[in-house]
T-cell receptor, first 110, second 112 residues
Framework: GEDVEQSLFLSVREGDSSVINCTYT??????LYWYKQEPGAGLQLLTY?????DMKQDQRLTVLLNKKDKHLSLRIADTQTGDSAIYFC??????????FGKGNQVVVIP | DTAVSQTPKYLVTQMGNDKSIKCEQN?????MYWYKQDSKKFLKIMFS???????INETVPNRFSPKSPDKAHLNLHINSLELGDSAVYFC???????????FGEGSWLTVV
């Protein structure tokens, strides 16, 4: 199966920027996604980027894609306490299936 | 209006029992999925259906049997539940290949 790597934990002060990183393996992936999971809740689609793009900005979220290094990052500007959650990157491959990273827990300190 | 809805949200049951989780999507999507999230939060696909036809079956034990009565519904039946089946099961749907996948709120299954 595909292999998506993420670091595990990030602590950030409210108002600062957070950056979460992810590497993926399938160079033929068409879409790459960021999902957010708050404690005890489901998976919320945050944003996605098509594989022929380098960057996508959506309000406080900026996604950067480095296709050469197969590296994806999510920057959250002006991090709020409501941003505390686990963030999963995922790549779409093969028969429309998602391969998820192990998730990155973000803790926002007031 | 919940786009992808699953029931029950929480389920506690004894080993050996048979249980079902139901999923419905009102997005008009053709493709539906079941994903499993284990105790370490790792998410992995189990099944995918496209227009009621099974297209992905990821080496899941035979005790797990998905059923899609129509393209808006995908249910998951689990026979002879084991402790290791305790997990969060997510239903999801998408318009089809190459499109964004939307998830339900999850069903927390605990086998005791």
């Amino acid at each position: 199966g595909e292999d998506v790597e993420q670091s595990l934990f990030l602590s950030v002060r409210e108002g600062d920027s957070s950056v979460i990183n992810c590497t993926y393996t399938d160079s033929s992936s068409t879409y790459l996604y960021w999902y957010k999971q708050e404690p005890g809740a489901g998976l919320q689609l945050l944003t996605y980027i098509f594989s022929n793009m380098d960057m996508k900005q959506d309000q406080r979220l900026t996604v950067l894609l480095n296709k050469k290094d197969k590296h994806l990052s999510l920057r959250i500007a002006d991090t709020q306490t409501g941003d505390s959650a686990i963030y999963f990157c995922a790549e779409l491959y093969g028969n429309n299936r998602l391969a998820f990273g192990k998730g990155n827990q973000v803790v926002v300190i007031p | 209006d919940t786009a992808v809805s699953q029931t029950p949200k929480y389920l506690v049951t004894q080993m050996g029992n048979d249980k079902s989780i139901k999923c419905e999507q009102n997005l008009g999507h053709d493709t539906m999925y079941w994903y499993k999230q284990d105790s370490k939060k790792f998410l992995k696909i189990m099944f995918s259906y496209n227009n009621k036809e099974l297209i992905i079956n990821e080496t899941v034990p035979n005790r797990f049997s998905p059923k899609s009565p129509d393209k808006a519904h995908l249910n998951l039946h689990i026979n002879s539940l084991e402790l290791g089946d305790s997990a969060v099961y997510f239903c999801a749907s998408s318009p089809g290949p190459g499109n964004t996948i939307y998830f339900g709120e999850g069903s927390w299954l605990t086998v005791v």
